[in-house]
């Protein structure tokens, strides 16, 4: 079961104000968390990198595990 977490951020377009949600996905071998408004800058992934931009064959910085052994959370 999945859950669903929002950051809400604003990002001002065309005189518009429009919302952006960021989400966090959880590794489901070892707990480590992926955050899409700090994106992970060591590893060439820039803050605000959704989580289906990140690279198919990025592994868990911690475990190794794949993409596919990440879940959407609420934290």
């Excluded at 951020?9 to 955050?35: F, H, P, R």
């Excluded at 992970?40 to 595990?65: H, Q, S």
């Amino acid at each position: 079961m999945a859950f669903a977490f929002y950051l809400k951020g604003c990002a001002v377009s065309d005189n518009k104000t429009t919302e952006q949600e960021y989400k966090t996905w959880m590794c489901l071998i070892c707990g480590w968390v992926y955050d899409e408004s700090a994106g992970l800058p060591d590893e060439g992934i820039a803050a605000g990198t959704r989580w289906d931009e990140v690279p198919m064959n990025w592994t868990c910085p911690e475990c190794g595990a794949r993409k596919e052994d990440f879940e959407m959370v609420a934290i």
